[in-house]
């Protein structure tokens, strides 16, 4: 008898370890669910409203953005958007046709000029927040008078300000049998573009232009710009190019502003058709040298929100505002904050030198 009582002892001793154990290890795996859970959540209220993160896809921003840097954004500096669709959190899977009220909560700072901004990418067809990702310089103000003339970006008819970082195509005339080594070319830190008969287009700074004007095989180096005939991006499909065909020459035109009024024509309709049609959402026909305007016959219009001209530090490898148009306000996401880490795709390295750099304008 005493052996079974001291055996019944046991058993419920290991058993009562077991549920002590078992407790234990709920609690244990319950207060890192919560944890995660809350992790989530704090992830969430960051990405949505103060920070994002963002790669560098292309060379439209070099040389002061480099293909393969990774960028912090920072939303608080024009203001977070609520959110404006339902969606997946970090992924860019959303209920299609489910578009959320939402309020822009206010900044610490408007957007100036030359910021370099993040926005969603106008023309794409989708909700506003999930459209792709773009990074550009803001260089046309809302109500500014924007022309391009030989390149040369004229706002409210003075020269603009320019950045010892901006690169352009230039043409480059070698002398006779004198061949130039693509290899050189790179190591100047330029880009061979095309070749042709005793010549060569090649992307770089102004600096780099003056030193190549050096070389002994070079004979002269000159900012190439479009023929005043060239229609090439007329097919492009963007309605703001089919007016303006030659982004090296556009005609002056003004960006709309909130509030203000424009006086629409056959001549400057290419320039606001998207803006009321895509962006302000009216119903506009056209009956010659008249338009109706939400049933409406009127050639006047007074916009409904700020817009933005913007263009990449390349010049001439950059598809920006020159081709597809302005970025209305509530396509703005964010100011390009800090580089975090920055990835060297030629020679699978990291730029060690451009980690934490702070993105000025």
Do not use: C
């Amino acid at each position: 008898m005493k052996n079974d009582k001291s055996s019944s002892g046991k058993r419920s001793a290991r058993s009562e370890r077991r549920k002590s154990e078992e407790t234990k290890a709920k609690h244990w795996a319950k207060e890192w669910l919560d944890a995660l859970i809350w992790a989530g959540i704090a992830a969430i209220i960051l990405r949505t409203f103060f920070f994002g993160a963002y790669r560098i896809p292309t060379p439209s921003m070099e040389k002061t953005l480099l293909t393969g840097d990774f960028l912090i954004v920072t939303k608080l500096a024009y203001g977070p958007r609520t959110p404006m669709t339902l969606s997946v959190p970090f992924t860019d899977i959303y209920m299609p046709g489910v578009n959320l009220p939402w309020v822009r909560i206010p900044g610490y700072s408007d957007i100036k000029r030359n910021d370099i901004v993040v926005f969603n990418y106008p023309i794409d067809v989708a909700p506003i927040s999930v459209k792709t990702n773009y990074i550009k310089r803001a260089v046309g103000m809302p109500g500014d008078e924007l022309r391009i003339d030989e390149k040369v970006l004229y706002v409210n008819g003075e020269e603009a300000e320019t950045f010892d970082t901006y690169m352009y195509n230039y043409r480059v005339d070698i002398r006779d049998r004198i061949r130039l080594s693509p290899s050189k070319v790179r190591e100047a830190g330029a880009e061979l573009v095309q070749s042709g008969n005793g010549f060569h287009i090649i992307n770089m700074t102004e600096q780099t232009a003056e030193e190549l004007s050096e070389w002994p095989e070079v004979e002269n180096v000159n900012k190439f710009v479009l023929p005043d005939d060239y229609d090439g991006f007329s097919r492009r499909g963007f309605n703001f190019s089919d007016g303006f065909a030659n982004h090296d020459n556009m005609k002056a035109f003004t960006v709309p502003a909130e509030g203000m009024e424009v006086e629409l024509t056959p001549e400057n309709w290419h320039v606001y058709e998207d803006v009321l049609l895509r962006y302000e959402r009216n119903l506009v026909e056209r009956n010659g040298d008249q338009f109706i305007i939400n049933g409406v016959e009127t050639n006047s219009y007074t916009f409904q929100q700020d817009y933005y001209f913007m263009m990449g530090d390349n010049r001439d490898d950059s598809e920006d505002s020159r081709y597809w148009g302005f970025v209305p306000q509530d396509h703005v996401i964010g100011k390009a904050g800090i580089i975090y880490f920055s990835w060297d795709g030629e020679n699978w390295l990291p730029r060690f030198n451009r980690i934490f750099d702070l993105i000025h304008s």
